[in-house]
């Protein structure tokens, strides 16, 4: 062997070793407990990308599906999406207006990827909840007057967040089932609910309709093992369900936190049917969660109203999990945030933060620090 490949073989072994050696540390497993997701990570520096202030707002969430960055807006102004080039990041262009019309909606609710391969995302309308639509990124940017297609309706009011497993059932979750998850046939018929909301047991006194509002959660999606990630939103709680068997199955629950909360029910209000009040000690959940088929980032703000006010709605802590539900590494981003959204490759994590009034998109390299 000459000494041009004996230096290219051993950079090679160096870089496997290195890897190696990152994966291991990452997979070495920190003991689950609030004390836990308190704790500050390693540090990140921001990278602020260059995006037009006009495309932006605290958006709903943010969506890398393949080379495209997604903005998605609770305003339509005038779209209620925004789409760049996650590298070059060139604006491509914007869609789905506000109104009554055709392709129009009078809102759109948490928007999910359909599918990473097909670069489709998929939104439940705000009518009255339950209107499931994709769009194909790549041809809402092509075609003139593209329309998003409405995928079905589904048989329940009032879902929230709803994704699609790989057999193509609905997954959604409720503002007033009684179960956690409920999931639908792929024609969006047939409801079938799964699994009790935390520590349902242990507040059997109030009404199983309230949980839904109470115990709100973010999704993720694991595409290659078919697994869904569920994590609360105002208290410290997660799950992650598998549907490779003929029923969803429990791959790990771990409930930190119990709400603290009043059923607004009792005063007879007929606008609060589903509303709740968190008392101000009540602590806060997750802000935000992404996912690649490796690890889940959940951001965390382990705040209560009482000694923080808006300020718990907002954070820099990152906690990484693996797909059996447990923590592998904590984050520390440089800016508080309430929105993460990480790529498919885990190089990058992306974030809209305000700073001295003005909204901007930056981005964490995960590789600079992991590797």
């Given at each position: 062997?000459?000494?041009?490949?004996?230096?290219?073989?051993?950079?090679?072994?160096i870089?496997?070793?290195?890897?190696?050696?990152?994966?291991g540390?990452?997979?070495?497993?920190?003991?689950?407990?609030?004390?836990?997701?308190?704790?500050?990570?390693r540090?990140?520096?921001?990278?602020a990308?260059?995006?037009?202030?006009?495309?932006?707002m605290?958006?709903?969430?943010?969506?890398?599906?393949g080379?495209?960055?997604?903005?998605?807006?609770?305003?339509?102004?005038?779209?209620?999406?925004?789409?760049?080039?996650?590298?070059?990041?060139?604006?491509l262009?914007?869609?789905i207006?506000?109104?009554?019309?055709?392709?129009?909606?009078?809102?759109?609710?948490?928007?999910t990827?359909?599918?990473?391969?097909?670069?489709?995302?998929?939104?439940?309308?705000?009518?009255?909840?339950?209107?499931?639509?994709?769009?194909?990124?790549?041809?809402?940017?092509?075609?003139?007057?593209?329309?998003?297609?409405?995928?079905?309706?589904?048989?329940?009011?009032?879902?929230n967040?709803?994704?699609?497993?790989?057999?193509?059932?609905?997954?959604?979750l409720?503002?007033?089932?009684?179960?956690?998850?409920?999931?639908?046939?792929?024609?969006?018929?047939?409801?079938?609910?799964?699994?009790?909301?935390?520590?349902?047991?242990?507040?059997?006194?109030?009404?199983?309709?309230?949980?839904?509002?109470?115990?709100?959660?973010?999704?993720?999606?694991?595409?290659?093992?078919?697994?869904?990630?569920?994590?609360?939103?105002?208290m410290?709680?997660?799950?992650?369900?598998?549907?490779?068997?003929?029923?969803?199955?429990?791959?790990?629950?771990?409930?930190?936190?119990?709400?603290?909360?009043?059923d607004?029910?009792?005063?007879?209000?007929?606008?609060?049917?589903?509303?709740?009040?968190?008392?101000?000690?009540?602590?806060?959940?997750?802000?935000?969660?992404?996912?690649?088929?490796?690890?889940?980032?959940?951001?965390?703000?382990?705040?209560?109203?009482e000694?923080?006010?808006?300020?718990?709605?907002?954070?820099?802590?990152?906690?990484?999990?693996?797909?059996?539900?447990?923590?592998?590494?904590?984050?520390?981003?440089?800016?508080?945030?309430?929105?993460?959204?990480?790529?498919?490759?885990?190089?990058?994590?992306?974030?809209?933060?305000?700073?001295?009034?003005?909204?901007?998109v930056?981005?964490?390299?995960?590789?600079?620090?992991?590797?």
């Open positions: 062997m000459n000494s041009s490949n004996l230096i290219k073989t051993l950079c090679v072994l870089v496997l070793t290195s890897l190696s050696c990152t994966r540390q990452r997979e070495a497993k920190i003991e689950i407990s609030l004390e836990a997701l308190e704790v500050e990570g540090f990140f520096n921001a990278e990308l260059d995006i037009s202030e006009e495309h932006l605290m958006a709903f969430n943010l969506l890398v599906v080379d495209k960055l997604v903005i998605c807006k609770p305003f339509a102004q005038p779209n209620y999406f925004e789409v760049y080039n996650v590298k070059s990041l060139k604006y262009g914007g869609f207006k506000q109104g009554g019309g055709p392709g129009e909606f009078a809102g759109v609710l948490r928007s990827i359909a599918s990473q391969k097909e670069h489709r995302v998929g939104f439940i309308a705000k009518d009255m909840g339950r209107s499931y639509y994709e769009f194909d990124i790549d041809s809402a940017l092509k075609e003139q007057g593209y329309l998003t297609k409405e995928i079905a309706e589904l048989d329940v009011f009032g879902l967040r709803t994704e699609r497993n790989n057999q193509g059932e609905f997954v959604s409720s503002l007033s089932s009684p179960n956690r998850i409920v999931v639908f046939d792929r024609e969006g018929q047939n409801p079938r609910g799964y699994f009790k909301y935390p520590f349902q047991d242990e507040q059997s006194e109030i009404r199983t309709e309230a949980f839904g509002m109470a115990y709100q959660a973010f999704t993720v999606r694991n595409f290659s093992d078919n697994r869904l990630g569920v994590f609360t939103m105002n410290p709680n997660w799950d992650i369900i598998s549907f490779n068997q003929p029923e969803p199955e429990l791959v790990a629950s771990h409930h930190l936190g119990m709400g603290q909360f009043k607004l029910s009792e005063i007879k209000e007929k606008s609060r049917t589903y509303g709740v009040a968190y008392s101000p000690q009540n602590k806060e959940g997750f802000l935000d969660v992404t996912a690649n088929d490796e690890y889940i980032y959940a951001l965390y703000s382990g705040k209560n109203f000694g923080h006010g808006d300020d718990k709605d907002f954070s820099k802590k990152v906690v990484v999990l693996n797909w059996e539900g447990e923590i592998v590494d904590r984050l520390l981003l440089e800016h508080d945030t309430k929105i993460i959204s990480v790529d498919q490759e885990g190089r990058y994590l992306y974030s809209i933060v305000e700073q001295l009034n003005k909204i901007e930056v981005r964490y390299n995960l590789k600079s620090v992991i590797d």
